[in-house]
């Protein structure tokens, strides 16, 4: 148990739904991240919030949606999804840059299937 | 773009050999390295960070970094099969902020 929880932990959905990949961090960091990992592919950044503002957004499609509410929650909202977004998604936090090294640690993930 | 550059594998060696596993990167910024362990289906933890050039020993691992060559490894000695994992390198810099680089990840795989 890392102190960061994911759910779900799968999720199925059809390209036409909407649904939300929740995180929680208990570690009292200050910097909270979405990633996701493709088979035989690095795990790429996709959205990075520190005190619950985004500083990092690589590129992602706007199908994906960040949501951080405050420091302990971070989500993640999906639309009208591709068959390539299938995927694990894996949340991450950490205490924050002005902290040398700053260690993120990871969640569980989540698995998503998109029919 | 900043590499980080690991061979895929599979790395197999018998029970209770050493297991070496390597990374190298291409931004000289560079800072801080870190190593984490991902079964089959579960989420990255975190083995060992390094940031200083040499030698870095916790328990069974040790990590190395050269600075000039751009390089960092781990060491896990006295191998066991429950060490059978994907080994991922991830390097930060002080001017990529928040973001962590992993590499693909190495497939190590200890064989009784």
């Known amino acids: 148990e890392t102190g960061v929880t994911q759910t779900p932990r799968h999720l199925v959905m059809g390209m036409t739904n909407k649904k939300s990949l929740k995180c929680e961090q208990h570690l009292g960091h200050n910097a909270m991240y979405w990633y996701k990992q493709s088979a035989k592919k690095p795990l790429e950044l996709m959205f990075v919030y520190s005190l619950e503002e985004r500083v990092e957004n690589n590129s992602v499609p706007s199908r994906f949606s960040p949501e951080c509410p405050n420091s302990s929650h971070l989500f993640l909202h999906l639309h009208t999804l591709q068959p390539e977004d299938s995927a694990l998604y894996l949340c991450a936090s950490s205490p924050g840059w002005r902290e040398f090294p700053d260690i993120q640690y990871f969640g569980a993930g989540t698995r998503l299937s998109v029919l | 773009q900043k590499e980080v550059e690991q061979n895929s594998g599979p790395l197999s060696v018998p029970e209770g050999a050493i297991a070496s596993l390597n990374c190298t990167y291409s931004d000289r910024g560079s800072q801080s390295f870190f190593w984490y362990r991902q079964y089959s289906g579960k989420s990255p933890e975190l083995i060992m960070f390094i940031y200083s050039n040499g030698d870095k020993e916790d328990g069974r691992f040790t990590a190395q970094l050269n600075k000039a060559s751009q390089y960092v490894s781990l060491l896990i000695r006295d191998s066991q099969p429950s060490d059978s994992a994907t080994y991922l390198c991830?390097?930060?810099?002080?001017?990529?902020?928040?973001?962590?680089?992993f590499g693909k990840g190495t497939s190590l795989l200890v064989t009784p």
């Open positions: 991830a390097v930060n810099s002080f001017n990529s902020g928040y973001a962590l680089n």
